[in-house]
């Protein structure tokens, strides 16, 4: 079986740096999907109350019959929930069927609602009593973690964001990384769309690898934790291979020219999917 490198947080926690994510994956199709995850040997998975599926995954850690310590959860608070977020854990922790969840993190800062601070400040306390191993947020910018950072405490232990090849966001994940959070990139193949790149192709040629292996190798290289999903078991193992793909410093650096700082997804500083 391959083996994930271990990540460690600002608090001590070890996180598996290759997971597995399951955004828009539907809650009908969830367990089978999941329970094909582990069986490839994933040991992370990352969900979010707003994707509508923490019951599935909860069922296929159920049903994995893997002990819970040897699995990382991580869930999102919803957008529409950062003045209830105690409630909002306690219902995560339910659909999962768990007593403690590895990650919690704010799912989008929202700065047209004015509330994260208050959800950090109820996610702290939560963090106190042992309800989460960590905690922290996703879609933040640096002016979102400055204003986190004057009203509150505890430093946030991750910052997942949109990170691929074409987006990669070098100065935002230094900002973060010189406070010790540690970067977790979603849409890390660009939705598909990074792995047809002539420099991805070349070192895929070159390693004997997949394009995808190459893409999430580089993440792994640069230091993201990274979340792939796939809901077909040939691409999960594929994926899972990229742990065994080690980039040297001038193919890294070969990635690092194909940036062009284009987003594929929503802006956080405008997004504001109060729905969600
Ligand atoms: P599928 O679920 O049909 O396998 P991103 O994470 O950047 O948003 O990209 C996810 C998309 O990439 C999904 O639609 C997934 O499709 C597809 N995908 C996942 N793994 C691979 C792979 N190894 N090769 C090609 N496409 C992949």
Redesign the pocket.
């Known amino acids: 079986m391959v083996v994930v490198p271990d990540l460690m947080l600002n608090n001590g926690v070890t996180i598996p740096q290759l997971g597995f994510?399951v955004?828009q994956v539907p809650q009908a199709q969830t367990q089978r999907v999941v329970e094909d995850a582990l069986g490839a040997g994933y040991r992370h998975i990352d969900t979010a109350a707003a994707y509508g599926n923490e019951a599935g995954v909860g069922a296929a850690i159920a049903a994995s019959g893997i002990p819970r310590e040897e699995i990382f959860v991580a869930t999102k608070l919803r957008n529409g929930e950062h003045a209830i977020a105690a409630e909002a854990f306690e219902a995560s922790r339910r659909a999962l069927g768990v007593d403690v969840i590895d990650l919690y993190l704010i799912h989008w800062p929202v700065p047209s609602q004015g509330l994260f601070v208050d959800a950090w400040q109820a996610m702290e306390k939560i963090y106190a009593a042992g309800g989460v191993r960590a905690i922290g947020v996703s879609n933040f910018l640096p002016d979102h973690l400055d204003t986190l950072l004057a009203a509150t405490t505890v430093v946030p232990a991750v910052n997942q964001v949109e990170l691929?090849p074409t987006f990669q966001q070098g100065a935002l994940c230094a900002t973060f990384r010189a406070h010790g959070i540690a970067m977790e990139g979603?849409?890390?193949?660009?939705?598909?769309a990074?792995?047809s790149s002539g420099t991805v192709t070349a070192l895929a040629h070159k390693h004997g690898a997949?394009?995808?292996?190459i893409v999430l190798g580089w993440h792994l290289g640069v230091g993201n934790i990274v979340?792939?999903?796939?809901?077909?078991l040939p691409?999960?193992r594929?994926?899972l291979g990229a742990a065994q793909i080690t980039l040297s410093a001038d193919e890294l650096e070969a990635m690092a020219a194909l940036d062009s700082g284009t987003r594929m997804g929503a802006d956080p500083a405008e997004a504001a999917f109060t729905q969600m």
């Open positions: 994510g955004f691929h979603y849409s890390p193949l660009g939705r598909g990074d792995l997949t394009p995808a292996q979340i792939p999903k796939s809901t077909h691409r999960m594929e994926n």
